[in-house]
């Protein structure tokens, strides 16, 4: 049971580059979120998903999309990318009922 | 809006010494509170949970938090830190109802370092 997996773990990107940041869960969770992590700033919620198919913003939704076809995966997609999206990017994943969410081991970015 | 507050960025406490690390909510009804523990480089790990019941509530690694509905607050402690404990500590709040998403507002975090 690996839980909750994201790759890469690190990657520079170039401005105006894109590139798509992986998870997957296995406890076969219907809720899935993408946060990002700023020093001194917590975590920011920059979308969610409440089952396959479906789909919603969060609080920092810009420059970002997403896309869930299936429970396990739910990828997220950079297309144009900007020194602002240098961050840390943690994927988690809860059920309905338990509202505890488990979180991946995060893949850190830079934009140059 | 919901929000959280963790007035303190760092604290610093030696090792053996008791600790307690704060947390305010602000939220229209009781919400479900967390405590997350994050070491360098790593995700975020559950610590521990409210959800209803006693307000004193136990997790893992010796830690525990006490729910007080009348300050708004879900204080950690715990009564001999380690030097392992170091590492940054964050509150959330989220709804009760399900539905939405279920969706975690969380503080700013508080970074802990151990002086042995």
């Known amino acids: 049971n690996a839980g909750v997996t994201q790759t890469p773990k690190f990657r520079i990107l170039k401005i105006g580059q894109s590139m798509t940041l992986q998870c997957t869960q296995d406890m076969n969770h219907n809720y899935m979120y993408w946060y990002r992590q700023d020093p001194g700033m917590g975590l920011k919620l920059i979308y969610y998903?409440?089952?396959?198919?479906?789909?919603d913003k969060g609080e920092v939704p810009n420059g970002y999309n997403v896309s869930r076809s299936t429970t396990e995966d739910f990828p997220l997609r950079l297309e144009l990318a900007a020194p602002s999206q240098t961050s840390v990017y943690f994927c988690?994943?809860?059920?309905?009922?338990?509202?505890?969410?488990?979180f991946g081991p995060g893949t850190r970015l830079l934009v140059l | 809006a919901q929000s959280v507050t963790q007035p303190d960025i760092h604290i610093t406490v030696s090792e053996g010494a008791s600790l307690e690390l704060r947390c305010n909510y602000s939220?229209?009804?009781?919400?479900?509170l967390f405590w997350y523990v994050q070491s360098p480089g790593q995700g975020l790990q559950l610590l521990l949970k409210y959800f209803s019941g006693d307000t004193l509530v136990q997790g893992i690694k010796g830690f525990e938090a006490e729910f007080k509905r009348s300050q708004s607050s879900f204080n950690l402690r715990k009564p001999s830190v380690h030097w392992s404990d170091a590492a940054e500590y964050f509150c959330?709040?989220?709804?009760?109802?399900?539905?939405?998403?279920?969706?975690?507002?969380f503080g700013t975090g508080t970074q802990l370092k151990v002086e042995l």
């Open positions: 959330a709040v989220g709804p009760i109802l399900t539905g939405g998403g279920n969706k975690l507002t």
């Open positions: 988690a994943s809860s059920s309905p009922t338990t509202k505890t969410q488990y």
């Open positions: 939220y229209g009804a009781t919400p479900y």
């Open positions: 998903s409440v089952g396959a198919g479906i789909t």
